[in-house]
């Protein structure tokens, strides 16, 4: 249900990156992922800046993303 929506956000120049849990132990562990699916927002240093567990619409996901680019 989320890959289609990441599709459409990767479409307004939104860089996204797939994680599996199943086969990246050590990313899992780096950000604490407890729930699938989490969308984790992160800078170009991979610090945290905004998590979002479940899934959302697309504008919600281009507001925020919009919203940490300024």
Same mark, same amino acid.
Request: glycine share 0%; charged share 15%; hydrophobic share 65%.
């Given at each position: 249900m989320l890959a289609p929506k990441m599709e459409? +956000?990767?479409e307004a120049d939104i860089t996204v990156e797939k994680i599996l849990v199943d086969d990246n132990a050590e990313m899992t562990q780096k950000f604490g992922i407890r729930n699938i699916p989490t969308v984790i927002l992160i800078d170009e240093n991979e610090n945290e800046i905004e998590r979002f567990v479940g +899934?959302?619409?697309v504008g919600f996901y281009l507001e925020k993303f919009e919203n940490h680019a300024n």
């Open positions: 459409l +956000v990767a +899934v959302h619409d």
